[in-house]
């Protein structure tokens, strides 16, 4: 009997031991899970919100994505680009003449510094690189501001920087604002004054008395494409690349143009594609600046208010409200994450479609 009691106190404690140990992994495991967890999903604070103006914004957006700040401090962020290869975002700071790296990984990161202008004292209140493209090779391209120029590097070897336009006709260009590549390889960039000595103010400070859209192609011609904006901008290709579109930031005529492209990679005449004039007011400070287009046509772009969100027959669907004055966009990670340069902050959505580029 003794024995018998003796057993079943001993087999009783054993089990009770062992559950607690069972209980502590578990609980080690939930932990642990818990840190992988956070670490892969940052809490990031939030800005803004989604106005929807046409039952169709549901397809490519949720009215109740948050708008994640993920990055802040910057003087005028603009020209994202994303790293498909390497998974990584790039984008200028063009005030402080700087090339920022960012990963969910490691955050904000310098990653070229000059990033467009490479001389001396004082030069203009924006003198770096604005727009920012990976072209079909894996370089990097920039729109250089201070030294009034287009140039091509690989990623991490800027002493292999080279110059593809910096002259049309003998004269400097303005200051290239932003740039696209179409699948032939042939370039697309605009350009208006905003990185000259006060923006190009008065104009006999110009060494062009317009302000183009031009074409460099894959032999290194450039060729004048358009030359009636105002201040051209923003620009990108539709899906078949048929159109291109162009932004104009000026606030008495805010116009989006839609260019046909012709079968020798050349622009016929621009028509309106949506005008958002009367949509500018005080609290809404964005012009027209960077485009992106998704998978479907929609053209995403900065606009009044943030980024404005336009089909491919020219009706506006929704805005994405970043509060601050917006410059740019781009998608990336898996090609359904919307990164927006606006105010002093990196800003990131997440969207139902995906940009054009991740096919």
């Known amino acids: ?19 607690q140990k069972l209980l502590f992994i578990t609980l080690l495991c939930c932990l642990a899970f818990e840190t992988i967890t956070l670490a892969q999903h940052k809490k990031y604070p939030t800005i803004g919100k989604i106005t ?21 401090g910057f003087t005028w962020p603009e020209g994202p680009v994303w790293v498909k290869k390497e998974q990584f975002l790039l984008f200028s700071d063009v005030p402080n003449n700087i090339i ?3 990963t969910e990984k490691d955050g904000i990161q310098k990653f070229l510094t000059p990033s467009g202008y490479t001389g001396t004292g004082y030069y203009s209140a924006e003198p770096g690189a604005n727009g920012l493209i990976i072209n079909n090779k894996g370089n990097l391209v920039a729109c250089e501001h201070g030294d009034r120029r287009i140039s091509e590097m690989p990623l991490y070897h800027p002493e292999k920087k080279k110059t593809l336009a910096h002259l049309f006709e003998g ?13 032939s390889g042939d370039y697309y960039f605009t350009d208006p004054p905003f990185g000259l000595p006060l923006r190009g103010e008065p104009e006999q400070a110009k060494e062009l008395p317009f302000q183009g859209v031009f074409k460099l192609d894959k032999k290194g011609k450039l060729t004048l494409q358009a030359k009636e904006m105002t201040r051209p901008n923003g620009l990108a290709f539709n899906p078949d690349e048929s159109i291109l579109y162009v932004g104009q930031s000026d606030r008495k005529n805010l116009i989006w143009k839609a260019y046909p492209e012709d079968k020798q990679g050349n622009l016929g005449e621009g028509k309106i ?3 958002a004039t009367n949509m500018s007011r005080p ?20 606009g009044p208010g943030g980024v404005l969100i336009i089909n491919p027959e020219g009706r506006l669907l929704g805005r994405i409200e970043t509060i601050s004055f917006s410059s740019n966009c781009t998608f990336g990670e898996d090609g359904t994450t919307l990164f927006i340069t606006s105010g002093n902050n990196l800003l990131r959505i997440k969207t139902k479609t995906k940009g054009v580029l991740f096919r």
Do not use: C
């Open 100 to 102: 920022y790296k960012w």
């Open 171 to 183: 004269k400097q260009l303005n200051s290239p604002n932003d740039i696209v590549q179409h699948s």
């Open 52 to 72: 929807s103006f046409d039952p169709a914004l549901n397809k490519v957006l949720d009215t109740s994505a948050s708008i994640e700040i993920i990055g802040q």
């Open 1 to 19: 009997m003794f024995l018998h009691l003796y057993l079943s106190h001993f087999f009783i404690n054993y089990i009770r031991h062992l559950m």
């Open 273 to 275: 594609f949506f005008n």
């Open 283 to 302: 609290d809404w400070k964005s012009p027209a600046d960077g485009i992106k287009v998704d998978q479907n046509g929609n053209v995403w772009t900065i």
